[in-house]
């Protein structure tokens, strides 16, 4: 064996009341990818954090090109040629997508900064993954997916030795991913290191070469991909021996059996916006679960915006149970027709950062009563209490500051928050994104249950075998307009997919014949 | 629609309307008030309120704020006199001196700020007490200048042609505003001031080099705020210990006016200079009409102070809903 690029030696890490990590270990050799797998709160971004400086370890050693380093901040991490794109996606909102690709490595001349330079480098870094938008805009008016790839286009912009990308690809969609790979197997043809992490099982085993488990912040093992079996894998990750996870993973459940039955609850129609959606209908009845599919910026979340009114439509109305309602004009009119929408940028319209898991839980219920009429202090630990462990959300108690929590429980406390309101239609926008395969089980589970009880579902993911797995009726999406409507047995990943891509194909056979 | 114009701009451009507008009223009604030597006084009468302004705009920018410029004006001017009249000081060694000084105790305010923590309304709140009081210390009286080299430079103006000249003060202005300008448009550490206002935790984990940056940004003002101190005494050949007392919120409120966001990461250093024109036009105006009371320059620019925070607010959320 070669010498390793990256070795790191018996890493621990202590936050108040929680023992992040202890005695982790990493050992990545230069030209692989090497997956860092473990449930959600394992220690993962944590161990990713004190290599990089975010973090200091308490204890323990790390050996980047055989030398001891202990970087102090991001900054010298860099320095040092550790290139890294964090969980949370980390870009200046109102700086121009341009800009933030070269933050901090802008070149000048005669003492001036080369804006026009600044932009086709941007331009330059966006093609390899087959990007193509304005980069003059802010950052912050693009989607989270869009987002993403800048993100993922400045850490790879520079000339690095080591590149760790914690969960880049959560809301990417197959194309993009395989973009992505693209360029990862090509930096890793040239040398380059690449640590991974993810929850989609299908993305480790397309590209990594070895994986490491943590569990509770401690190294489980390492292993060779191609020589571990998946079920293994989850295994080491929950802890659990393999003859007890029949149920795990995505095959184990089945499509609800509580039909939908009866008139819409809630119908809208003709609803558009200039410039953002084309006219669509849309109707949904109680104990209904319909999905929303689509490539990225096809309107699926557009869809959802106008249903829950952040947007507002310019055409067309509403009607609930028969009667019509006017169509929706702020979100809190529609938290008061009981709708809810978990959204998919959790960390700007999502999680209050400084309050605790309790406080954000119990959110979107106590606004729903009004500041008047307070829920009790016991009322609200009832219902917090509940959903940790119900959705296992891990935290040291349920008076933890968010922000400590790590990413896939923060999306599960959000979850948590418009559960808890009993909402009539939860509007989920990618509601398992980076969350680890037992909960998302566990939170599929959850949500049969309230549809059983009678709550309508609308289901926004790139996820087709979730989808596929969960929705009575699926719409589905291309350039901002509804293409096609699927239902019950028609639905399979394989449908979807040829109602996404009709229209391209039509328009290539047009040109093949001309 | 090809007058659209980016959702970005909307403030400086709303600035630039109301300073055209308010121009135009005055140009109106006061006869004579249109004319270049206007303008060329309202650079000289404000100059050390904009260059203070120059240097506030770029720590809100960064997210903070500074509540010491106006202390640190008046300590500056005390000191330069004192230095000069009764310590015999040649006067570029004493301002000199005063840039040192107002630098270094910028960049001591920005370490407690990045290094301790501390919210920045604090710390320079306390720099506010601090350097007033040492100004007191210095010299509990206002004080002449006489010395040649000031009354030289009292006619060391540069001339604009037709009979136009144009005052050291306002030259020096003018040169502040370019460097705050290049130094916030075309240089790594403007673009990072930017960064840490928008967010920043994300510049952090991005490798921009935030606590230099901060350090450096309040450094920068209290440099503005010591040479603002010294346009002072150039404006009215001596020093007062009373000097530019709370001028901070002249200058913060003339950059809100100029359309920069008070959270930070958002506006322009030209956006300032408009607004100390418009805050100038007004008074200039009050000047010329005679009979209005100079009460009325703050009441108007309240008054411009709260539009603009209602337009930003529009924006903003706006901006959200997009
Ligand atoms: N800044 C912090 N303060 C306190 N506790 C923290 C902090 N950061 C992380 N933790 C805790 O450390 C543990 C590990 O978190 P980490 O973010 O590393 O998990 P992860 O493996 O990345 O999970 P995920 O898959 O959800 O991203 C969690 O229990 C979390 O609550
Ligand atoms: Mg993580």
Redesign the pocket.
């Known amino acids: 064996m070669p010498d390793p690029l990256l070795s790191m030696r018996g890493i621990s890490k202590a936050?108040?009341g929680?023992q992040?990590l202890s005695e982790a270990n990493l050992t990545l050799y230069r030209g692989e990818v090497h997956a860092l797998m473990?449930?959600?709160?394992?220690?993962?971004?944590?161990?990713i954090k004190t290599l990089t400086g975010v973090?200091q370890r308490d204890a323990g050693e790390v050996l980047f090109e055989g030398k001891p380093i202990k970087p102090a901040a991001p900054l010298e991490a860099e320095g040092l040629g550790i290139s890294t794109v964090f969980?949370e996606v980390n870009l200046i909102p109102h700086l121009s997508v341009a800009e933030n690709i070269s933050l901090g490595r802008q070149r000048s001349r005669f003492g001036f900064m080369q804006w026009k330079e600044i932009r086709e480098r941007a331009e330059r870094a966006l093609k390899r993954f087959d990007v193509e938008i304005d980069v003059t805009q802010e950052v912050c008016s693009y989607s989270v997916a869009i987002q993403q790839m800048v993100a993922i286009a400045r850490a790879v912009d520079i000339d690095a030795k080591l590149l760790v990308l914690?969960?880049p690809t959560s809301s990417l969609d197959e194309n993009e991913v395989e973009e992505l790979f693209a360029v990862m197997r090509k930096l890793c043809a040239q040398g380059m290191g690449i640590v991974f992490?993810t929850?989609f099982l299908d993305q480790v085993y397309s590209i990594t070469d070895r994986i490491t488990v943590?569990r509770n912040?401690q190294s489980i093992g390492e292993y060779e991909t191609a020589k571990l079996p998946r079920i293994e894998l989850i295994s080491h990750m929950l802890g659990k021996p393999v003859d007890q996870l029949a149920d795990t993973g995505s095959d184990g459940l089945s499509r609800s059996e509580a039909a939908s039955q009866g008139e819409a609850w809630l119908e809208a129609k003709d609803l558009s916006k200039e410039g953002v959606m084309s006219s669509f209908d849309f109707e949904i009845r109680k104990g209904e679960a319909a999905g929303l599919a689509g490539l990225l910026g096809s309107g699926r979340t557009e869809t959802a915006k106008l249903l829950f009114g952040i947007l507002k439509s310019d055409t067309g109305e509403t009607s609930m149970a028969g009667n019509s309602v006017g169509n929706p004009k702020s979100p809190r009119q529609a938290i008061a027709r009981k709708i809810g929408f978990c959204s998919e940028d959790r960390k700007r319209e999502g999680i209050i950062p400084n309050l605790s898991v309790r406080e954000n839980i119990v959110l979107a219920l106590q606004a729903r009563k009004g500041f008047i009429n307070t829920i009790s202090r016991q009322e609200q630990n009832r219902i917090a209490d509940k959903f940790i462990k119900r959705l296992r959300i891990?935290?040291?108690s349920r008076e933890t500051p968010i922000?400590?929590?790590?990413?896939?429980?923060q999306q599960k406390a959000l979850l948590a928050r418009w559960l808890a309101t009993d909402p009539d239609l939860i509007i989920l926008d990618e509601p398992t994104r980076?969350i680890?395969i037992g909960a998302r089980d566990e939170i599929e589970e959850l949500i049969r249950e309230l549809q059983k009880e009678g709550m309508a579902v609308l289901l926004i993911s790139s996820e087709l075998e979730e989808i596929e797995r969960l929705c009575e009726r699926v719409w589905v999406l291309r350039d901002r307009q509804f293409v096609g409507e699927l239902s019950d047995e028609e639905i399979s990943e394989k449908a979807i997919m040829s109602l996404i891509a009709h229209s391209d194909e039509m328009e290539g056979s047009d040109e093949a014949e001309s | 629609m090809s007058l659209k114009i980016s959702r970005k701009y909307v403030p400086l451009t709303a600035t630039f309307v109301v300073f055209v507008v308010l121009f135009g009223i005055a140009s109106l009604r006061y006869e004579g008030f249109a004319s270049a030597a206007v303008v060329v006084e309202l650079f000289s009468e404000n100059a050390f309120l904009g260059i203070c302004a120059l240097g506030m705009t770029l720590v809100i920018l960064s997210g903070g704020i500074d509540l010491s410029v106006g202390s640190v004006v008046g300590f500056t001017s005390t000191f330069v006199a004192t230095m000069i009249m009764e310590y015999a000081w040649h006067p570029i060694n004493a301002w000199a001196v005063a840039l040192v000084l107002g630098t270094v105790f910028g960049a001591g305010m920005g370490c407690l700020i990045h290094f301790y923590k501390l919210p920045a309304f604090l710390v320079t709140l306390g720099g506010l007490f601090f350097a007033r009081g040492m100004a007191y210390a210095v010299n509990r009286e206002s004080l002449g200048i006489n010395h040649d080299l000031y009354n030289g430079l009292a006619s060391a103006n540069i001339p604009l042609g037709g009979g136009l000249s144009l005052s050291l003060t306002a030259s020096l202005f003018i040169a502040f505003f370019v460097l705050t300008f290049y130094i916030g448009r075309y240089t790594k550490f403007g673009r990072n001031v930017y960064a840490i206002g928008g967010d920043e935790d994300s510049a952090l984990l991005m490798g921009l080099p935030v606590g230099r940056t901060k350090i450096g940004v309040y450094a920068f003002s209290g440099f503005c705020s010591a040479a603002a101190g010294i346009v002072m005494t150039l404006y009215t050949w001596s020093g007062n210990p009373l000097n530019g007392v709370a001028l901070e919120l002249d200058a913060i409120a003339v950059v809100v006016v100029g359309g920069t966001l008070l959270t930070g990461g958002v506006g322009f250093v030209a956006g300032t200079l408009l607004g100390v024109l418009i805050y100038g036009t007004i008074q200039q105006a009050i000047y010329f009409d005679g009979n209005l009371s100079s009460s009325l320059t703050s009441v108007a620019i309240g008054v411009l102070l709260l539009i603009f925070i209602l337009l930003q607010k529009a924006i903003v959320s706006k901006g959200e809903e997009a």
């Open positions: 936050f108040p929680v992040a473990g449930e959600n709160g394992a220690g993962k971004s944590t161990l973090h969980q914690d969960e992490i929850h943590l912040g891990k935290t040291p922000r400590t929590l790590s990413g896939g429980n980076g680890d």
